[in-house]
């Protein structure tokens, strides 16, 4: 693998959370694919049992298991690396840490039939969240011999609203069980979760809503302590592209666009419109209603961008994919963050 300047440099645990249907999973899945394009594997990781993973790659659901779905795009003359994902669930983790931690095989499997997993989990539903970010901090720690198996893990997290809690459940956890395997569990989980191994990015798009939730969950990761969390990039996905310029959006958005000038523009690029008793004037009309919309909807977001920038932290334009997501619209996410030194 060759060096290259990223600014994420060190982190091996992407944590991406954002206020839900803003592009979380899809942009987690362009993350990963973007960071395994310099080689090696990198995992990406579901929490929430909605299997958007498998759907995003179009295949079956997904065991809690690591499986491959995706090649990332190598560099000329160069493989990518290879994605992997998992849809992890607190009970497997849950077998997996009983049979792990108190070295008994069959145990978890056991307490799995007679339901005890399953009531463990819905009492106790901190120790849920510790079992699946204990499950994103045991991936990125694995090794095979002293070789890494993961460069890095993509956790498609908890949206914006949970995700303070969910990623300091480990803490308050800690806290409660004083001594034994718990404890000692939760501590390891803490030291991943806090540590400048792991940052947390915030996707979103721009509008009021979800803006106002990345603001807040940024102030909310900032006021946990000690120490808090690393806070990682700005993605803001769905961007469409503004062709005018600032002069011509003033006009537009003011509603001041001249209809007649724009009907003779059409009629000399030829295009007429013979159809309604209007002509022209009606395809011009609708017209310029349109570019005033949009026009009104590009300086809003520049409001909504400037706020997203007062944060502080490197924001990242993702496009809109217009002719529908799938593995080629990934790759172009994933370009464009690997473009803006995000991976
Ligand atoms: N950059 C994009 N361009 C076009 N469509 C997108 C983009 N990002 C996400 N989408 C679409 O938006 C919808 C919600 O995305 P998803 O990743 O499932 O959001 P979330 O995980 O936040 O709920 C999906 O249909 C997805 O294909
Ligand atoms: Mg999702």
């Known amino acids: ?143 095979v011999g002293r070789r890494r198996v993961y460069n890095a893990v993509v956790m498609d997290a908890p949206p914006t609203g949970r995700i303070a809690r969910f990623l300091n459940v480990a803490t308050e956890v800690s806290g409660l069980a004083k001594v034994g395997p718990i404890r000692g569990h939760a501590d390891t989980v803490q030291g991943v979760i806090r540590s400048p191994q792991t940052a947390v990015h915030f996707v979103t798009v721009l509008e009021e809503m979800p803006v106002q939730e990345t603001l807040d969950g940024v102030a909310e990761l900032r006021g946990l302590s000690p120490g808090g969390l690393q806070l990682g990039g700005i993605m803001i996905n769905m961007v469409r592209r503004v062709e005018l310029s600032d002069d011509e959006l003033a006009v537009a958005a003011a509603g001041r666009l001249d209809v007649h000038e724009l009907a003779l523009g059409l009629k000399a690029a030829g295009i007429e419109d013979g159809a309604g008793p209007g002509g022209n004037l009606d395809l011009a009309g609708s017209l310029t209603a349109e570019l005033t919309e949009r026009a009104t909807e590009a300086l809003a977001q520049r409001e909504e961008r400037e706020l997203l920038a007062g944060i502080g932290q490197p924001c990242y334009e993702l496009p809109l994919i217009t002719d529908g997501m799938d593995l080629a619209g990934l790759y172009r996410l994933a370009g464009a963050l690997r473009e803006q030194g995000a991976a």
């Not at 090649?71 to 994605?83: K, L, Q, S, T």
């Not at 983790?93 to 307490?111: Q, S």
């Open 1 to 143: 693998m060759t060096a290259r300047d990223t600014d994420w440099e060190g982190v091996r645990l992407h944590v991406v959370t954002g206020k839900g249907g803003t592009g979380k999973t899809t942009v987690a899945a362009a993350l990963a694919l973007a960071l395994a394009s310099v080689g090696g594997k990198v995992l990406l990781m579901e929490v929430e049992g909605r299997q958007g993973i498998a759907q995003l790659f179009d295949c079956p659901p997904l065991p809690h298991e690591e499986r491959k779905v995706a090649v990332a795009p190598g560099r000329p003359g160069r493989a990518g690396g290879e994605v992997y994902a998992l849809a992890a669930d607190p009970e497997s983790a849950l077998v997996e840490y009983l049979e792990t931690f108190y070295n008994l095989p069959h145990a978890g499997r056991a307490l799995n039939r007679l339901g005890v997993v399953d009531f463990v989990t819905t009492i106790a539903p901190g120790l849920r969240d510790v079992l699946l970010t204990g499950k994103a901090a045991e991936a990125t720690r694995r090794r």
